[in-house]
């Protein structure tokens, strides 16, 4: 199966509008050191049952998160195309490296 992506630019730019909400797998230390302001957790180690218990909103693109989009990549797999209530879900490219890089705010520990 395919996996859709996003780059951090269009992130940002759907988040901003209120079109998207972010999810991160990576885990708890990773989370603790820093994450992208706002996002859900769900680490990878935690899944499916992490994932079951997320409120996603149904009217929000889904994006998933990790460092560079490895396992962002295979929750993706995993997920499928789409929620089970219908909602786009996409890989972050890069994963919260790239978000760093491209100067976008991180919150640190």
Not at 16 to 43: K, S
Not at 56 to 85: A, N
Request: include cysteine; aromatic fraction near 6%.
């Amino acid at each position: 199966m395919s996996v859709s992506a996003i780059t951090v630019q269009d992130a940002k730019a759907l988040l901003d509008a209120g079109d998207a909400i972010m999810v991160d797998v990576r885990e708890q230390d990773e989370w603790n050191n820093a994450r992208i302001p706002g996002t859900l957790f769900a680490p990878l180690s935690q899944m499916p049952q992490a994932w079951d218990t997320l409120d996603l909103p149904q009217d929000k693109t889904v994006i998933v998160q990790c460092k560079s989009g490895g396992r962002s990549g295979r929750v993706c797999e995993f997920v499928g195309p789409t929620t089970k209530d219908g909602q786009p879900v996409l890989n972050l490219t890069g994963g919260i490296m790239a978000w760093t890089e491209a100067g976008y705010p991180v919150i640190q520990g």
